[in-house]
């Protein structure tokens, strides 16, 4: 006979006689993570009257036959079975040491029982309410949470990184674009759930337990716990964040040893921590005796199909109530980011984001833009960078939300000769597609614009782009294109904005800056600006912008301004400029024969007809 069972079968039995509160209720609980339906079954007939009133021989072989079963078909649970039983004897023997005295049972609703409903508690083989925690008792308190001693290899308490010195990158934040002289992450913006989730933090910092944060892929919710843990715990507070799969079952021991160490417990991604030898009902209990916080984060579909899936898998969250971060953020969120000043990326995820969540633009931002930036190459996506760069470099001119066409990208492309020269490999339907397709179930790198059959560059690419230094400039042909591909009225002016901001600090450098600004202005109907920008490309040696100074001058009548710039480019062999000098000089030689013939010249009288139809069309029309 198996000595090691014999002797489980005849603790269990007394623990069923004595219906201890605490080894009692674990013993059962425990039996929910059998696998086997109709073995728990059998287990759960232990609790029931015709049980209890059968003679000690028999009722030790039905134990025995039952722990054989689980002992085959869970191990892990007979293993819990005999911690439970272990710490059972070692406490008999204790209260034998002190007088021989062992408690009766203890009846529903009395004192010492588990409080259901006003505390946090473990009842009936559930941890109750957000936060497990012991209730309140008026007698000896006697808990069943040990385990076997395990040889583990975790880390001493000494190594583990102080709270604040550690990396929350390296604990499951998803990092942001950084530039040079930006901080790790941007500062946090305050969630509506953060007052709940502080209460939580700080209960289980001061009594043990398990506060879990739930929410959708890229929602924030590992950001969220993070900010909650540095609030409200000490920067000296020890924190151990294990790998997934990590063996725990020697945490105990650790914890045990760690003197007045403030330690928790960091779980990103619960699911990946769960298990026979992760986070276990038995392991958190003990945790819990210890007074170790446990902080978890867990995706929403993961939480319910263990929560609420099959029978027996709950575990550790058969009780626990999580804070849950919903995945679009609340008029009153957007409120405090749209008036965070504070840091460029903040502020300008309230500008790009578009349909997209603050976290989804954070986060997959990085990514996205390290996925463009290598798609260059070669024997990569160089059309598909290409078409990216384009939807960017419009969204930069100041065409974003409306969208672009999928032809105009590609009329677009003729503006980047370098880009389209080593692109030739790929077509532009392979690098179309490539650039829409759905990265990390949130967005490609272009996405719809709000125009049917139109798109745009993800906002974050946009963003980054224009806050890098060595980022190219906007072709200049790009910012008449994208003013002639403008909507409205409105979206033509903020091309005409966008265009000033970028190129007048460049335009001492190269007159066609000046030309391409005078055109804008031209076209929009801004004739002052437009001339003031064509008379100074054309002082900088600018043969068509001489010409077109010059019609504007005379257009509005100034004749004698004009006169030099259409000189100065009819001498190079602009026709148009030689056409409109003649016509400024026809206009004032009849100014000279009309004066004349007025005090009787015969020839001047016989000059002005011909000269009148010459002239018949006054130059105040301009077009370039």
């Excluded at 109709?38 to 287990?43: A, G, I, N, S």
């Excluded at 209460?199 to 009594?207: P, W, Y």
Aim: charged share 25%.
């Amino acid at each position: 006979m198996d000595a090691e069972l014999e002797k489980l079968a005849q603790t269990v039995v007394r623990i069923v006689d004595s219906q201890d509160p605490d080894a009692y209720m674990l013993m059962f609980e425990a039996h929910q993570r059998i696998g086997d339906a109709y073995l728990r079954e059998r287990f759960i007939e232990l609790r029931e009257v015709r049980f209890r009133e059968l003679s000690a021989g028999p009722r030790l072989v039905i134990v025995r036959d039952i722990l054989l079963e689980v002992k085959r078909a869970a191990p892990s649970v007979y293993e819990e079975l005999q911690a439970i039983a272990e710490a059972f004897a070692e406490d008999e023997e204790a209260r034998a040491a002190v007088g021989g005295r062992t408690p009766a049972p203890v009846p529903s609703g009395s004192s010492a029982s588990f409080t259901r409903a006003t505390s946090n508690s473990v009842l009936d083989g559930a941890f109750h309410a957000p936060v497990v925690q012991a209730g309140t008792f008026s007698g000896g308190v006697h808990t069943y949470y040990a385990q076997p001693p395990y040889s583990s290899s975790l880390p001493p308490v000494s190594e583990w990184p102080p709270l604040d010195t550690a990396d929350p990158i390296a604990l499951g934040v998803r990092r942001t674009r950084r530039l040079p002289s930006e901080s790790p992450l941007p500062p946090y913006v305050e969630r509506d759930c953060d007052r709940e989730l502080d209460a939580r933090v700080r209960e289980a910092a001061r009594a043990g337990g398990l506060v879990v944060v739930t929410g959708a892929p890229l929602s924030g919710r590992t950001r969220t716990l993070w900010a909650a843990l540095f609030t409200n715990l000490s920067g000296t507070t020890r924190v151990f964040a294990p790998p997934p799969g990590t063996d725990l079952r020697g945490l105990p021991a650790l914890m045990r040893g760690r003197g007045d160490v403030g330690c928790v417990l960091w779980l990103d991604d619960l699911e990946g921590h769960l298990g026979e030898h992760g986070l276990t009902p038995a392991l958190l209990a003990d945790l819990l005796r210890l007074r170790v916080p446990v902080l978890a984060t867990m995706d929403d579909q993961a939480y319910d199909a263990r929560r609420f899936g099959a029978s027996g898998r709950a575990g550790v969250l058969s009780g626990v109530e999580p804070v849950e971060l919903p995945r679009a953020w609340s008029e009153g969120e957007s409120e405090r980011l749209n008036t965070f000043d504070g840091d460029p990326r903040l502020r300008a995820a309230a500008v790009w984001r578009g349909t997209h969540t603050v976290p989804e633009y954070l986060a997959v931002g990085p990514e996205l833009m390290e996925e463009w930036r290598r798609a260059r190459r070669p024997d990569a996506h160089p059309r598909g960078h290409l078409l990216v760069r384009v939807a960017i470099d419009f969204a930069r001119c100041g065409v974003s939300r409306a969208g672009i066409h999928a032809d105009d990208l590609r009329e677009a492309q003729a503006l980047y000769p370098e880009e389209s020269a080593g692109a030739g490999a790929e077509s532009f339907e392979e690098g179309f597609t490539w650039a829409t397709d759905l990265r990390h179930r949130v967005t490609g790198l272009l996405v719809a614009g709000a125009r049917r059959d139109t798109w745009t560059a993800f906002g974050s690419l946009v963003a980054d782009v224009e806050a890098r230094s060595d980022s190219p400039p906007v072709p200049l042909g790009l910012w008449m294109l994208a003013f002639e591909k403008a909507e409205d009225k409105a979206s033509r002016w903020t091309v005409r904005w966008n265009a000033h901001e970028a190129l007048v600090p460049r335009s001492d450098s190269d007159p066609e800056i000046s030309v391409v600004l005078g055109r804008i202005n031209l076209m929009i109907g801004d004739f002052q600006t437009a001339e003031y920008w064509y008379r100074k490309a054309a002082e900088a040696g600018h043969t068509a912008a001489a010409a077109t100074a010059g019609k504007l001058l005379a257009a509005r009548g100034e004749g004698t301004e004009a006169i030099p710039y259409l000189e100065k480019a009819a001498v190079a062999g602009h026709v148009e400029a030689q056409y409109h000098l003649g016509k400024v000089l026809a206009a004032r030689a009849h100014t000279w024969l009309s004066l004349a013939a007025a005090s009787g010249h015969p020839e001047a009288t016989r000059a002005l007809p011909p000269l009148r139809a010459a002239i018949a069309t006054p130059p105040d029309t301009v077009e370039e």
